[in-house]
């Protein structure tokens, strides 16, 4: 439950074990789908390959980033996990480590950046090779 104080004559929420169950499987399962697809932009990024696969990735990362920031930055299963009588539902609701889970948000952005600098850098080196090579067969067929 919240940090507030409970109103006058409010009746104590009973917690529904099997339901918080349920919100920690499914976000734990997004949170592994997400890590998945920040990983894929990392290696993709790595090898400079740009395809759908990459598209989809980044477009999973952005659609839970827009969620999570349009939210007040918190992921709305975290209030659900609450509602059902999870003490905590900011760490409580994901099977993770307490400092893993607390310092996502953190370590996932940094995630995100070095993805899309390394993407970056695979478009700059290939535009780069493209002009070098229009460069080159320019100078050989002016000789």
């Known amino acids: 439950m919240s940090n507030r104080p409970a109103s006058p004559g409010a009746v104590p929420r009973r917690a529904h074990p099997v339901a918080i ?5 499914i ?3 997004v949170f592994l789908v997400e890590l998945s697809a920040i990983g894929w932009l990392i290696g993709s990024g790595l090898l400079g390959r740009r395809d759908r696969s990459v598209a989809v990735a980044a477009a999973a990362v952005g659609a839970e980033a827009a969620v ?3 939210n007040d930055h918190v992921c709305p299963l975290t209030p ?3 509602q059902l009588g999870s003490p905590r539902g900011s760490v409580s609701d ?3 480590p307490e400092a893993a889970a607390r310092t996502i948000p953190t370590w996932s952005s940094a995630l995100v950046l070095l993805a899309a600098a ?11 090779r493209a002009t070098a090579r229009v460069g080159s067969r320019a100078v050989l067929i002016g000789s």
Request: hydrophobic letters at 65%.
């Open 21 to 25: 169950f349920v919100v920690k499987t």
């Open 94 to 96: 994901i099977f993770l």
């Open 68 to 70: 999570f920031l349009a």
């Open 80 to 82: 659900l996990a609450e």
């Open 118 to 128: 390394l993407h970056a850098r695979a478009i700059v080196q290939r535009k780069w």
């Open 27 to 29: 976000h734990t399962a």
